[in-house]
């Protein structure tokens, strides 16, 4: 039984981590889209200002140090996003190797279960009569091997067809009368 408790509980925790992962994963992949998102807009403010600067520069009314500080801005910008979209694609990936994962591991522990529920089948002793146990000559943890002859494991006594056969002594046989204990 504590086998079976146990193999329930790694079922129990196995179901806990699945769940726990369609708790967290989207928020994760929101964070993620929303650093996407504002690294988009970061990239199309720093290609404007660049295009501005830029046009600035062919009329000879900004400096080529200010357009080039615009483009160097643009430059980190875009990979910025280019960072951010694959931190997202890699969230996506991982969420869904988790998910694949956290299914495996509960029908894994759903076969233990099942597996330890069946083992614990072939382990009890059913006795074809009713009776008190007189003697057990296997012991808990001890190897059997059954072969052609079946091993005995437990003795078992029927109370109403129990006929014993005793020594007493001819000193003593005088005071014995049916009924005794």
Do not use: C
């Not at 998910?99 to 522990?109: I, M, N």
């Amino acid at each position: 039984d504590a086998l079976i408790a146990q193999r329930r509980a790694e079922l129990k925790l196995a179901d806990a981590k699945r769940r726990a992962l369609d708790t967290l994963s989207p928020g994760e992949e929101a964070r993620a889209h929303a650093e996407v998102v504002r690294f988009e807009a970061e990239a199309k403010l720093a290609a404007e200002e660049w295009e501005r600067q830029q046009a600035l520069l062919d009329k000879q009314l900004a400096t080529r140090a200010t357009a080039d500080a615009a483009h160097d801005r643009r430059t980190v910008a875009q990979a910025e996003l280019e960072s951010a979209r694959r931190a997202l694609e890699l969230v996506r990936t991982g969420n869904a190797e988790r998910r694949t994962q956290a299914e495996a591991d509960v029908e894994r522990a759903h076969a233990t279960l099942d597996s330890a529920l069946v083992e614990r089948s072939f382990t009890v002793l059913r006795s074809p009569i009713s009776g008190i146990v007189a003697s057990v000559s296997t012991q808990e943890g001890e190897t059997v091997a059954a072969g052609l002859n079946a091993p005995t494991f437990v003795t078992m006594v029927d109370l109403d067809r129990l006929q014993v056969n005793a020594y007493v002594d001819e000193v003593d046989i005088g005071k014995v009368k049916a009924g005794q204990p």
